[in-house]
């Protein structure tokens, strides 16, 4: 015997305990509270399907949820496709490339609200971006102040942050692509968009489907770009809300209805989880590719 | 030729990726009397005045210190908690070790956001909300450096352990003289991101603190920016001061960072 029959559990306590505690319990109390009218005070009926009810004839779980579709749709083709194309440009070792992916890589270190706060000032109406277009002879836009310009300016900033991230990702894949492939299409006279499309692109498709997922999945789940962006408001009147700005606007504080937001939030979850789902399938199908 | 074209794309790519940063720097140091929305990024008069200034508005050094705090016991918790946890996944037997493991790694598929509300009544119900520990524990240990270190655990080869256990060593002298040291690497990717995650995370403290003098940097940091967007230059400041220290450990540490990207061991 190498050890006493108690002694992995000791070893496992504190961290099962904070699993079981804050994920596990949470996530099933959750899934329970959404079938009840629970407030923030406590105490709630059972009401079945209630909540569900009230959330399809909720205008703003639509807007909200139509926000979050269009964020994760306007999000992936610029993430999937541009920290490839950057990791092509700093994969080749030349001088100083390792100052330009320590670049590179900065905004992804930096906190959500930092780089929040650091776009609002530049998408500012008298910001550096206006300035620029109003130099250039355009009229000064309402980045924040439109509801459909605040989406976009969020997902441009939700891509610029995850532009390093995703070509670290990249940068661990094309170095696993055989140079001989690039060699041989060079050899058949192919230059370098069609090289692109018929050896980077089939080496790296795993890749590009794991890329597409997690930022499916993180484009969905946006919270605070948006929050920074519109002063927390979620854009004028509401219009620019997601899933998980409505989630806690909905189950925050002394008026929270917890019910509600825990609705909300299992519906959150059965999308993610959709995802995830798919995300796997075209794994598999690649694998079998 | 090409290399010109070269340098000139990933120029390009340099200025949008640290140009912000800059400018936001460049709108810190910018004294009282120098127009902010002048796109200038080289200040006449530059001073660090509203460094000390942002002081004076809202107690930036004590977020500061709540952040730091936060962040340094979220690392020391989750080295220790989850290399302890893989340790027993990876190298004791026991009945039951299934349980756990599925444990693990179903706590990593659930989406924080499902569980932010239903966290926030369990911390009620703990008595703990508007508290720092609050803010640490749910991410105190996460289920994913658990496995991480599982995996770092496993590729350890076992005769050294096996010659210690001849010798008659228990299991946490195992632990912590032979398989904790051999792990070094992914602990730093552990402790690493943990600090960042930590000191970078918005939605959990958001939602759990009420007090000022609780907030964390990134908090007080949103409530500045609503209570004073006139004065960017001390918004400018708070920024700051909220990136530096991370882009300091992150110039220092950059191939632990690269690494942890590798090993999965931050989302997006």
Redesign the interface.
């Known amino acids: 015997m190498?050890?006493r029959?108690y002694?992995?559990?000791l070893?496992?306590l504190?961290?099962?305990a904070?699993?079981?505690?804050?994920?596990?319990?949470?996530?099933l109390?959750?899934i329970v509270?959404s079938f009840t009218d629970a407030s923030a005070l406590g105490g709630g009926q059972f009401t079945g399907v209630d909540n569900f009810v009230r959330m399809a004839q909720d205008p703003k779980f639509w807007v909200a949820a139509r926000n979050s579709l269009l964020y994760m749709v306007g999000v992936v083709p610029p993430l999937v496709l541009l920290p490839l194309l950057?990791a092509m440009?700093?994969q080749?070792v030349?001088p100083g490339?390792g100052i330009?992916r320590?670049?590179?890589?900065?905004?992804v270190?930096?906190?959500?609200?930092?780089v929040?706060?650091?776009?609002?000032?530049?998408l500012d109406s008298?910001?550096?971006v206006n300035?620029?277009v109003e130099?250039l002879g355009g009229t000064r836009i309402g980045f924040l102040t439109d509801s459909t310009l605040l989406l976009i300016s969020s997902m441009v900033v939700t891509v610029?942050r995850?532009?390093?991230?995703y070509m670290?990702?990249y940068l661990?894949a094309l170095a696993n692509v055989p140079k001989d492939l690039h060699e041989a299409a060079m050899v058949d006279g192919a230059g370098p968009i069609r090289r692109f499309w018929s050896v980077t692109v089939p080496a790296l498709r795993p890749t590009m489907v794991l890329v597409a997922a997690?930022?499916a999945?993180?484009g969905f789940?946006v919270?605070?770009e948006i929050?920074?962006l519109s002063?927390?408001s979620g854009g004028p009147g509401g219009a620019s809300t997601t899933?998980?700005l409505l989630?806690?606007s909905v189950?925050?504080g002394l008026t929270?209805e917890?019910g509600y937001?825990?609705a909300l939030?299992?519906v959150?979850?059965v999308i993610?989880?959709g995802l995830?789902l798919v995300t796997l399938k075209l794994n598999r199908r690649e694998e079998q590719l | 030729m090409k290399?010109a074209l070269?340098?000139s794309?990933?120029l390009a790519?340099?200025a949008?990726?640290?140009g912000?940063?800059l400018?936001?720097f460049a709108?810190s140091i910018k004294g009282p009397n120098e127009d902010v929305?002048?796109?200038d990024f080289i200040p006449d008069d530059p001073t660090f005045a509203n460094y000390a200034a942002v002081a004076d508005v809202v107690p930036v050094w004590t977020f500061a210190l709540n952040s730091l705090t936060v962040a340094s016991v979220n690392v020391i918790?989750n080295c220790?908690?989850?290399a302890?946890?893989g340790?027993?996944?990876a190298r004791?037997?026991?009945r039951?070790?299934r349980f756990?493991a599925v444990?693990?790694a179903?706590?990593i598929?659930?989406?924080f956001?499902?569980?932010?509300?239903?966290?926030?009544?369990?911390m009620r119900g703990f008595g703990l909300t508007n508290t720092l520990t609050g803010v640490v524990?749910?991410g105190?240990?996460a289920?994913l450096n658990?496995l991480l270190l599982r995996n770092a655990f496993l590729a350890l080869p076992a005769e050294v352990e096996e010659a210690a256990?001849i010798d008659g060593a228990?299991?946490?002298q195992r632990?912590t003289r032979l398989a904790l040291p051999s792990v070094k690497g992914t602990l730093v990717v552990v402790a690493l991101f943990s600090f960042?995650f930590s000191?970078?995370?918005?939605?959990w403290p958001?939602?759990v603190l009420s007090d000022q003098e609780k907030y964390t940097?990134?908090?007080g940091?949103?409530y500045l920016?609503?209570t004073f967007?006139q004065n960017?230059r001390l918004?400018?400041a708070?920024?700051i001061i909220?990136?530096l220290p991370?882009?300091l450990?992150?110039?220092l540490l950059?191939k632990h960072?690269?690494r942890g990207?590798?090993e999965g061991a931050?989302?997006?």
Do not use: C
Not at chain 1, 109 to 114: E, F, H, L, N, W
Not at chain 1, 162 to 165: D, K
Not at chain 2, 199 to 203: K, P, R
């Open positions: 190498t050890h029959p002694t992995p559990w070893f496992l504190p961290g099962l904070v699993s079981l505690l804050f994920v596990i319990f949470p996530f109390n959750m509270l950057i440009l700093a080749k030349v490339i330009f320590t670049a590179f890589f900065t905004p270190i930096a906190s959500a609200v930092v929040g706060l650091i776009w609002t000032w530049l008298r910001g550096l300035n620029v130099a610029w995850g532009l390093g991230y670290v990702i661990a997690l930022s999945v993180n789940r919270f605070s929050y920074l002063g927390g899933m998980v989630i806690q189950g925050r929270g917890v937001a825990s939030s299992f959150l979850f993610l989880l995830l | 290399l070269r340098y794309a990933l790519i340099l949008i990726s640290i912000p940063f400018w936001q709108t929305f002048v796109p918790t220790l908690g989850a302890m946890a340790y027993a996944l004791l037997k026991f039951g070790r756990a444990v693990f179903s706590s598929l659930v989406p956001e499902a569980i932010l509300i239903s966290l926030f009544l369990v524990l749910p105190s240990i289920a658990v256990i228990n299991a946490w632990f960042m000191w970078d995370d918005f939605l958001l939602v940097l990134t908090i940091l949103a920016q609503g967007v960017q918004v400018a708070g920024t909220a990136v991370l882009i450990l992150f110039l950059q960072f690269f990207v590798g931050i989302k997006g």
